[in-house]
């Protein structure tokens, strides 16, 4: 609820600047001072210009009680408020405000001053936003009097940096304090962290999941094939990539004998030569005699 909040607020602050025309810092050169304004608007505070009531503001930051300041109007006669104004104080130092756009300032023994009733556009940028703000202009530009400010950047630099805040605070909360973290999201529901941890377990759930599916797998085709090769039904060579042999139709033992073949003599062996030697032809039979 806090985080939506903040965000709230940084919204109706960038709808304010619709408000002002002139966002910028003053600067040591221009003594600290906002046009037509006498009293310092130093960093982190930052000058505005309302357009339309043609005043010069100067706003604070950092607290959701900042405010703008600017100086008070003429009051009429004897002091008093003129149509479109409200009184303030009395006497010498009584002074007049716009009615409706200003409220009388609430710091004491301070005149002469009157609060804008617009939310301060800054309200919700840290002091140290402004002041880094304001170091990085001032280094690039160090001789001019005042230096311009994009706004709508700053809020939206200030917005990161608060979300970010509140996000790394929440994660890395003590476990003793995990009973008031859960009231606090049951009414701000699931952060961003816990929908991104709750993603990564689903997809390294499911990657285990596919993993065990496949070694199951694998595994079953293991006992499958090694069934296959003790029963005979699968090739030896089928696993080596050799593919299935050739498998021919059984001949009878003297099949040949079908087809004759030419007759080739007996030849005769030198008598010099000693051992044993088959007569050729293709017909079986049985070995010759050698010659003594």
Known sequence: MARLSHLFSVFVAIQTCAAYSDFYFASQASKWKCNALTFDCIPPQACVRDGVLNKTYCCGSDSQDAVCSGFSTDCGSNNQPLTGQIGCDTGEDAFC???????????????????????????????????????????????????????VALLALATATSTASTTGSATSSPTGSSTPTQ?????????????????VGVVGGLALIGLAAFFYWR??????????????TSNAYAGNGYGAVAQHPPHEKYAQ????????????LD??????????????????????
């Open 183 to 199: 009231s606090s999201n049951s009414d701000s529901g699931l952060s961003g962290g816990a929908i991104g941890g709750i993603v």
């Open 257 to 268: 004998q079908a087809s004759p073949q030419p007759y080739n003599a007996p030849l005769e």
């Open 97 to 151: 405000c716009l009615d409706g756009k200003e409220k009388c300032t609430q710091r004491v023994n301070q005149i002469n001053v009157c609060w804008g009733t617009t939310q301060d556009p800054y309200s919700n940028v840290s002091a140290k936003i402004m002041n880094d703000t304001f170091s990085s202009l001032s280094s690039a530009h160090p001789r001019q009097t005042t230096f311009a400010i994009d706004t």
């Open 219 to 232: 595994r079953a085709s293991k006992k499958t094939h090694h069934g296959n090769e003790m029963d005979g």
């Open 271 to 292: 008598s010099t030569h000693q051992g044993v030697s088959e007569v050729e032809g293709s017909h079986p039979g049985p070995r010759a005699h050698p010659y003594n």
